[in-house]
């Protein structure tokens, strides 16, 4: 079982700069793909970026590439989401997920497990 909590969102002006955290609990964190996504209101959840067990590959989504980076320390149970160039499209509720799969994935339905989510705004 993996507990998930995101914090680190609130209202930011545009071009402005954003870190999110995930922080885990239990001590098998490191044996989860952790991805971002995000929903905004009136859309479906969408995909935002991934990272495999050890950190060492990430993927983004088109519409982030270039700005966001995912990062993860197992020492600290925690994924980070930097968001940088932050746009007013950029807006909706921020989730983190764990997934227990083999292999990377962007699909929402195959995370096991979500934290309750963090807003962010952006606007000036």
């Known amino acids: 079982q993996v507990q998930l909590v995101e914090s680190g969102g609130g209202l930011v002006q545009p071009g402005g700069s954003l870190k999110l955290s995930c922080a885990a609990s239990g001590r098998t964190f490191s044996s989860y793909r952790v991805g971002w996504f995000r929903q905004a209101p009136g859309k479906e959840r969408e995909f935002v970026a991934h990272i495999n067990l050890s950190g060492s590959a990430t993927s983004y989504a088109d519409s982030v590439k270039g700005r966001f980076t995912i990062s993860r320390d197992n020492a600290k149970n925690t994924v980070y989401l930097q968001m940088n160039s932050l746009k007013p499209e950029d807006t909706a509720v921020y989730y983190c997920?764990?997934?227990?799969?083999?292999?990377?994935?962007?699909?929402?339905?195959?995370?096991?497990?979500w934290g309750q989510g963090t807003q962010v705004t952006v606007s000036s």
């Open positions: 997920a764990a997934s227990g799969k083999t292999y990377s994935t962007r699909a929402a339905r195959e995370y096991d497990y």
